[in-house]
């Protein structure tokens, strides 16, 4: 095993650590404001290791599909802000 395959390997280790803090967090934060950071972070970190495993498997379609994550993820978080700060998304 490489030294990038190690790396590679304790990335995606850390982002699972992360995620399951991040679930705890969705699953019991106090406020809305709360489950929406948590949800935006887990899809953040989701992101993230689509691009770690698009290093690891050198595939340029890993890429594409994290390009359209963090496009719905940008427009959901958007409209997940506008409906807890007016009570509506669409005007």
Same mark, same amino acid.
């Given at each position: !095993?490489?030294?990038? +395959?190690?790396?590679?390997? &304790?990335? &995606?280790? %850390?982002? @699972?650590?992360? %995620? *399951?803090?991040?679930?705890? #967090?969705?699953?019991? @934060?106090? #406020?809305?404001? +709360?489950?929406?950071?948590?949800? +935006?972070? *887990?899809?953040?970190?989701? &992101?993230? @290791? !689509?691009?770690?495993? /698009?290093?690891?498997?050198?595939?340029?379609?890993?890429?594409?599909?994290?390009?359209? %994550?963090? %496009?719905?993820?940008?427009?959901?978080?958007?409209?997940? /802000?506008?409906?807890?700060? #007016? @009570?509506?998304?669409?005007?």
């Amino acid at each position: !095993m490489n030294l990038l +395959d190690a790396a590679i390997t &304790l990335t &995606l280790v %850390m982002y @699972g650590v992360a %995620m *399951i803090m991040a679930t705890i #967090r969705l699953f019991r @934060g106090p #406020r809305a404001q +709360d489950r929406v950071v948590a949800l +935006d972070f *887990i899809f953040l970190v989701a &992101l993230l @290791g !689509m691009l770690v495993l /698009a290093i690891r498997y050198q595939s340029s379609t890993y890429f594409e599909a994290a390009l359209l %994550m963090a %496009m719905f993820g940008f427009v959901s978080t958007a409209a997940l /802000a506008k409906f807890l700060l #007016r @009570g509506e998304v669409i005007e």
